[in-house]
């Protein structure tokens, strides 16, 4: 477990939500991290991890990528390793995006999702989408690294929008 006073180093994201009805088509939400370098930290993204991938260097995986909702814990999973990223990097940006925004899907039309932040045992930070529940994706963790040690902090976001993954992927690194 990484002592948060002296930096993040390993950071896990989960993220989980109830199955739509018997008959309806499958909820699905994803995990992105978007990844900025020192020189553009609020521009476009150097890379996204996304849909069961991982970063060119894999220090960000996903590990489990669901497309229902079904089983029990944390549907989908995030591993972030802050401490291993390459010294160019200095942000990255965490949002969770509803798969299905053409069938006029929002937060607030899945049950019980939530996404968990946390540095090994303690829990960063907890959204059940409550606030955000007209949006079809939320930005919902900023790491930054510092100028000076390269610490690795956390602050909590939660900002919503209503638009389609392309452009929330554009927009997601905006958020100030």
């Not at 990844?35 to 991938?53: C, E, I, K, Q």
């Not at 401490?83 to 299905?100: F, I, M, S, T």
Request: overall charge negative; proline content about 3%; glycine content about 10%.
């Amino acid at each position: 477990m990484s002592n948060i006073s002296k930096g993040l180093k390993k950071v896990e994201v989960g993220l989980k939500w109830d199955p739509s009805p018997l008959g309806a088509s499958p909820h699905d939400l994803d995990i992105i991290a978007a990844t900025y370098t020192a020189d553009d930290s609020h521009g476009r993204p150097d890379y996204l991890v996304h849909f069961d991938s991982r970063s060119p260097d894999g220090t960000i995986t996903l590990s489990r990528d669901s497309t229902t909702g079904q089983g029990f814990g944390y549907d989908e999973v995030m591993v972030l390793e802050l401490d291993r990223l390459a010294e160019r990097y200095a942000r990255v940006v965490v949002g969770v995006a509803v798969q299905q925004p053409a069938d006029g899907r929002i937060f607030g039309d899945i049950e019980n999702a939530s996404v968990r932040i946390r540095d090994g045992y303690t829990v960063l930070a907890e959204h059940d989408f409550t606030e955000v529940a007209g949006c079809t994706a939320a930005v919902v963790a900023e790491f930054t690294r510092a100028r000076q040690g390269g610490h690795w902090s956390f602050r909590e976001v939660l900002h919503g929008f209503d638009t389609d993954l392309a452009s929330f992927t554009s927009a997601m690194g905006a958020v100030r």
